[in-house]
Nanobody, 121 residues
Framework: QVQLVESGGGLVQAGGSLKLSCAAS????????MGWFRQAPGKEREFVAG????????KYADSVKGRFAISRDNAKNTVWLQMNSLKPEDTAVYYC??????????????WGQGTQVTVSS
C-alpha cells in the first residue's frame, strides 16, 4: 500500500500562482512515477502532469504546458506542482497519483484524497 498526502490548495485570483505538494509513504519502491490529475465540477478527471523517479522527464497536458511545472525529491518521496498564470478554468480538485514500475500515467495505482484549487476571475 502507498499513501499520498496532498497540501497547498486554496483560493487565488486569475493570473496568480499556487504550489501543491504531495508526500508518498508506504511501499514506494523501484522506478515509480508520480503525478497529478484534476477534476472540475461536471467534468471527467483529467491528467495534468507526471514525472518519473529515475529519468525525471516531466509530461504535461497541453492545457497546462508553459504554466505548470512538476518536480520531485526522491529522497523525500515528494512531488510538487507549481502552478503559474492560473485561469478560472484551472479550478478543480487536484489529485496526487502514484504509478508503480511499468505503469502508465493514465492509470495510476494510488490516488491522494484531493485538494481544492479555486481560481477567481
Amino acid at each position: 500500500q502507498v499513501q499520498l498526502v496532498e497540501s497547498g490548495g486554496g483560493l487565488v485570483q486569475a493570473g496568480g500562482s499556487l504550489k501543491l505538494s504531495c508526500a508518498a509513504s508506504g511501499r514506494t519502491t523501484g522506478n515509480y512515477a508520480m503525478g497529478w490529475f484534476r477534476q472540475a465540477p461536471g467534468k471527467e478527471r483529467e491528467f495534468v502532469a507526471g514525472i518519473s523517479r529515475i529519468v525525471g522527464i516531466p509530461k504535461y497536458a497541453d492545457s497546462v504546458k508553459g504554466r505548470f511545472a512538476i518536480s520531485r525529491d526522491n529522497a523525500k518521496n515528494t512531488v510538487w506542482l507549481q502552478m503559474n498564470s492560473l485561469k478560472p478554468e484551472d479550478t478543480a480538485v487536484y489529485y496526487c497519483t502514484y504509478v508503480g514500475p511499468g505503469g502508465a500515467y493514465a492509470n495510476p495505482d494510488y490516488w491522494g484524497q484531493g485538494t481544492q484549487v479555486t481560481v477567481s476571475s
